[in-house]
């Protein structure tokens, strides 16, 4: 007599997302290091160029930790938990750098 009983589940049932979502990550993250190249293939200068390399690692960066690193699918305490610190940081890194050009102007009005 064979049973048809069905096979249990196996040991790790954890979230499975379909492959196609990470083979489209992976040609998007392939897009992007192509122009990020590109802006130093067109010798792209000054602000333009520090703009367009930061925006393109900040793509990439989030594509990796949402996805491959399953951010998107986490609680949002937990998201929180991650990118906040990190956000916090770069805003005060702006202060400082704001701060620092106040100086530098000041000790160039009051000492030469």
């Not at 064979?2 to 979502?21: K, R, V, W």
């Not at 520090?50 to 699918?73: D, E, P, R, S």
Request: aromatic share 14%; glycine share 6%.
């Amino acid at each position: 007599m064979s049973s048809s009983s069905p096979s249990p589940a196996p040991a790790s049932s954890g979230q499975q997302h379909p492959i196609g979502l990470y083979l489209k990550v992976w040609g998007l993250l392939f897009v992007l290091s192509t122009l990020s190249y590109l802006v130093d293939y067109f010798h792209f200068q000054g602000y333009l160029r520090w703009g367009l390399i930061l925006a393109f690692m900040l793509l990439k960066a989030g594509l990796i930790v949402a996805v491959f690193m399953h951010m998107a699918w986490e609680r949002l305490a937990l998201v929180y938990a991650i990118l906040l610190p990190p956000l916090v940081v770069l805003v005060l890194v702006g202060l400082m750098a704001a701060e620092a050009d106040h100086t530098f102007l000041t000790r160039l009005l009051f000492f030469r």
